[in-house]
């Protein structure tokens, strides 16, 4: 049985946090001297020279709207990166704890756990990128916190089978954190749908893949009001700046191009799918449900570096366990698309 109280660090638990200005004023006011602000103004442009909302209130608002959640079950943070690392403070005793990721996998989960000196435990996908159940099972220990599943699964963009990840939740009485990055190109439903089902759920979602954001950075994790409180409890006061706040609430408002933009990507993914197999020096290819695709070719190294030669990047993942001899190729524009696929086919 989970119980959120047994598995949260007990100094965090103890911890009372910081108290801003913002969060001392309620009410209207039109003189505003608490907070240590110019009050001449911004040299960067109206409002900047306020602190921002230190809980996002507008912003949550509009994104449970959307999400189908309530604002009290919404993180929001400077990329889900900082959702990473601020899980990983809440649960993980430093030196003693422990998380369990799965790869091959996004990897700023180890980044995270290195920083934090919080023990990395590991069980390889299967060669098809599933997760063995009944291994990781085996795997978790008492000092085991935290259980890292993305899915769509980063590099190789399959997603993960539902019934695994329903096992998991069942049985692991720490927290099962499932990075939905690339959801948003999936046919699968996302997990924020089963929140009310699982206490000990978090999902990760972001502004930076289908809502072309990146340079924004916000980050997204969804859970109990329970669960998420920890996590406000414990982020900087003001980690989500102004601008960023406005501009996402703009783009709020664009779903139906949001709408649009994924079947375009969807599409021109489909496209490359078809095309990439019948080039000579492809191998395989593996499906997809992100906006980028795993493909294994004839010397992975020597293609990276010819494609650079053509001005075209893509990421070489032939180091990973499980992803030799292959390149992750993020699904461009129809032009870029296929300079991609004349370059490989002109690779000797």
């Not at 009944?134 to 963009?157: A, D, H, Y």
Request: overall charge negative; some cysteine; hydrophobic content about 40%.
């Amino acid at each position: 049985m989970f119980n959120l109280e047994s598995i949260v660090r007990p100094n965090v638990l103890k911890m009372k946090p910081y108290s801003s200005a913002r969060d001392e004023f309620k009410g209207t006011a039109n003189v505003f001297l608490d907070a240590n602000e110019n009050n001449l103004g911004s040299l960067a442009g109206d409002n900047y020279n306020r602190y921002p909302d230190p809980h996002q209130n507008k912003l949550k608002a509009t994104i449970a709207s959307i999400k189908g959640v309530a604002p009290n079950q919404i993180f929001l943070g400077n990329g889900s990166d900082e959702a990473i690392d601020l899980l990983l403070r809440a649960f993980c005793t430093p030196g003693i704890d422990a998380l369990l990721c799965l790869p091959p996998t996004y990897g700023m989960y180890e980044v995270s756990a290195n920083l934090n000196d919080v023990r990395i435990d590991t069980v390889q996908l299967t060669p098809d990128f599933q997760i063995p159940v009944r291994e990781v099972m085996q795997s978790i220990k008492p000092e085991t916190k935290l259980l890292f599943i993305c899915s769509p699964n980063n590099p190789t963009g399959n997603s993960i089978d539902a019934a695994s990840i329903e096992t998991l939740l069942d049985n692991f009485e720490g927290v099962v954190v499932i990075d939905e990055a690339y959801i948003d190109f999936a046919a699968s439903p996302s997990w924020t749908t089963r929140l009310e089902d699982f206490p000990n759920l978090v999902v990760l979602q972001t502004f930076s893949k289908a809502w072309g954001m990146a340079g924004l950075r916000l980050g997204m994790a969804f859970g109990s009001e329970e669960l998420i409180s920890i996590l406000d409890k414990i982020k900087p006061p003001y980690n989500v700046n102004e601008a960023t706040q406005e501009l996402v609430l703009q783009a709020l408002d664009k779903t139906e191009v949001l709408k649009d933009m994924v079947e375009e990507i969807v599409q021109e993914r489909e496209l490359l799918m078809q095309a990439l197999p019948k080039l000579n020096a492809v191998e395989h290819v593996y499906p997809s449900e992100a906006n980028f695709i795993l493909v294994k070719v004839k010397d992975a190294n020597r293609m990276y570096n010819c494609l650079l030669d053509k001005g075209i990047v893509v990421r070489n993942r032939s180091s990973i366990k499980g992803c030799e001899g292959c390149l992750r190729i993020s699904v461009g524009t129809l032009e870029e698309n296929q300079k991609l696929l004349g370059a490989i086919a002109e690779f000797n």
